[in-house]
């Protein structure tokens, strides 16, 4: 199965303005400037709206696809040449956890901005591997100066005024247009819906306040992994509000609370969370009655 992901837009790099980014770039002299022009926002919306984003990173846990196709844009700065432009591009070890040939396939020796063209794309495969399990890969790809490019911006930033989703700050320090770190990872993470935010996902619980109400109670990955055996469902099926609406929850909530009601009637089978209290979801109360817990119940006090 392969998901693809098309990633990338039109330079809206280091100057404040469009209108004086594009006077820069027609009176820049010397050798072209090649980058990383990589962007992630919604496709309906005009991409130079969105920021650049420094890095890519690939959750296996939340996508039923064992292989991803991504494609990064590398884009070149300076007036559109009437010959093809070669580039080259490096795997840097030091800072690469991932394997070639194991967890991405499809990298080239060489790349081609084409005659009359200003970017081309950078595609390659990313495959569901024993190593993400439970575990963050990294893949540091970097671009290499030669006879048609420099590789000038170490440190740019975007115009004032565009939109950046939320940023994922364990990965996001690197800001050197010449570097894309890539993140691959395979931990089940509470669901997004197709705006990638949570609160339109398939997950009903997971609230600000840390109460750890909702049909299914705060999120964890042991379980989601519960539920989805219970009710023979998969991370699709959680994928938005639209796939797993309310009813459909309410159902699955009142399943999962039965069965966790039944291993509680025995401290030796009562079935706990990955923080030791005992597994909630809203139904347990519900359904229970005086059998039933609150979040975050620790068995000890359950069972006095």
Known sequence: MKKHILIGCTLMGIFSLL???????MGYEGKDCLYFDVRRGATHIL???????FYTDISFGTIVED?????LKVMASGTLKEYDRSFRLSVNNDSTTAISGVDFT?????YIIKAGEASTEVKFTVHRSEQMN???LQLQLQLLPNEHF????????DYPGVYSPTDNVAFSGNHDASIHNLFFYDVLSMPRGADGLTSSGGWYGQDKGGTGTGLFGNFSAKK???IMELTNTTVADYADKTVMPMPRAEAISQTVAAYLLEMAESRETVVLDEDGTMMFVSNVTTLGGSKGWAPF???????K
Do not use: A, M
Not at 150 to 157: F, P, Q
């Open 19 to 25: 209108t004086s980014c594009e006077k820069e770039l």
């Open 134 to 136: 439970e575990d963050t």
């Open 224 to 226: 989601f992994r519960l």
């Open 47 to 53: 991409p130079s709206l969105w920021g650049h984003q």
């Open 297 to 303: 119940t620790k068995p000890e006090d359950y069972f």
């Open 67 to 71: 292989d991803v196709e991504l494609s």
């Open 150 to 157: 420099d590789l000038r911006y170490e440190n740019y930033g």
């Open 106 to 110: 499809g990298l080239q020796d060489e």
